[in-house]
């Protein structure tokens, strides 16, 4: 229903990613994790050919806790992480203000692996949530008694994920209506996949943080020399559901 009439629709399709918490009844479905970035101001020449990036490869260090790069057209690096990654109350931003702690945070890596940068000006930073499920698996559902269907709990990986899922709710909503058979992508496996809920606060929070700080400790251990991956990472995807 809006302010001019209501709308009244076979089907409704929910695809609100990170802000399903917002819905009524939805808090605990996918947890809000937050994403951020930065970019730096534009780069010389003379930095390109110190550091010898020269194919804009997209760049990732595969950490525990990673961050990822790219090199942009206009010669900057931008650089993203999780930096504070959960809310109490899996609460969201509306703005995309990224809190100061995650931009030294983002700006540390930075310099890390290129520090030549140490000087060069932060332009922009930016945050957004990304929605995760308890096993961390995406899913897509049509739900025939109650007209709702949905997808999502993409975990960041929703660029090319977001496409299929949207053919595959195209193909069980013509599939409902009667006009298509099941086809190949109704049959995926993601398709009416079952996650329980996350926990209620404050284990949500402590959960996430926790998480993180034992990811962190891992990375450190392994950038220490460690050889073999760290305990304390194992134990951290067993709990978090990522293993």
């Excluded at 899996?90 to 203000?97: E, I, K, L, M």
């Excluded at 209506?177 to 996650?195: I, K, M, Y």
Aim: aromatic letters at 8%; charged letters at 20%.
């Amino acid at each position: 229903m809006t302010a001019t009439g209501t709308v009244s629709a076979r089907f409704v399709l929910r695809a609100t990613e990170g802000f399903t918490s917002a819905l009524r009844g939805e808090k605990r479905s996918w947890l809000p994790m937050n994403s951020s970035m930065i970019v730096t101001d534009p780069l010389p020449r003379s930095f390109w050919d110190s550091v010898g990036w020269a194919g804009r490869e997209t760049l990732g260090d595969m950490a525990h806790a990673y961050m990822y790069a790219q090199r942009t057209a206009d010669d900057r690096i931008a650089l993203g992480g999780r930096g504070v990654p959960y809310k109490f109350g899996s609460r969201t931003d509306n703005d995309g203000r990224t809190a100061q702690q995650t931009i030294d945070q983002l700006r540390e890596i930075l310099v890390r692996f290129f520090p030549a940068s140490r000087d060069v000006g932060i332009a922009h930073a930016w945050s957004g949530v990304l929605g995760v499920p308890r096993d961390w698996c995406s899913t897509v559902e049509l739900d025939r008694v109650s007209g709702l269907g949905w997808a999502g709990g993409y975990v960041g990986s929703g660029v090319t994920t977001t496409n299929l899922a949207g053919r595959t709710l195209r193909d069980l909503v013509l599939r409902e209506l009667g006009s298509r058979d099941g086809t190949e992508l109704t049959a995926l496996p993601w398709v009416g996949h079952q996650v329980r809920r996350w926990e209620p606060e404050p284990l949500r929070w402590i959960g996430v943080h926790g998480m993180y700080a034992a990811y962190h400790a891992a990375d450190r251990q392994e950038l220490a020399g460690r050889a073999t991956t760290s305990p304390i990472a194992r134990v951290a995807d067993v709990i978090s559901g990522r293993h």
